[in-house]
């Protein structure tokens, strides 16, 4: 059975950090790109960043450029997402994917708020 179970999310003030991890399982993870997504209330869900097999190459969306860090564990089949110098437009769902697949972990919530 395929999951992946994302965790880290919580409430963080302005300029704060959080570290999400998405745990795989049921499927040959380091054969595949993964991804965090994030989908805000009224919004598109809309891709944050994307790491290669095996972690040589990265991706991010202009806005999280600089202050979020993708990175994948394979022995571990792990995957994280840094994220630094948090935003009030961060504030979402953010869910683990794996591409070209229609595997998705359930989301963590990320509120960022004073």
């Known amino acids: 059975q395929v999951q992946l179970v994302e965790s880290g999310g919580g409430l963080v003030q302005p300029g704060g950090s959080l570290r999400l991890s998405c745990a795989a399982s049921?499927?040959?993870?380091?054969?595949?790109?993964m991804s965090w997504y994030r989908q805000a209330p009224g919004k598109e869900r809309e891709l944050v960043a994307i790491?290669?097999?095996?972690?040589?190459?990265?991706n991010y969306a202009e806005s999280v450029k600089g202050r979020f860090t993708i990175s994948r564990d394979n022995a571990k089949n792990t995957v994280n997402l840094q994220m630094n110098t948090l935003k009030f437009e961060d504030t979402a769902v953010y869910l683990c994917?794996?591409?070209?697949?229609?595997?998705w972990g359930q989301g963590t919530q990320v509120t960022v708020s004073s």
């Open positions: 790491i290669s097999t095996h972690g040589s190459s990265t």
């Open positions: 994917h794996a591409s070209a697949t229609e595997y």
């Open positions: 049921g499927f040959n993870f380091s054969n595949y790109l």
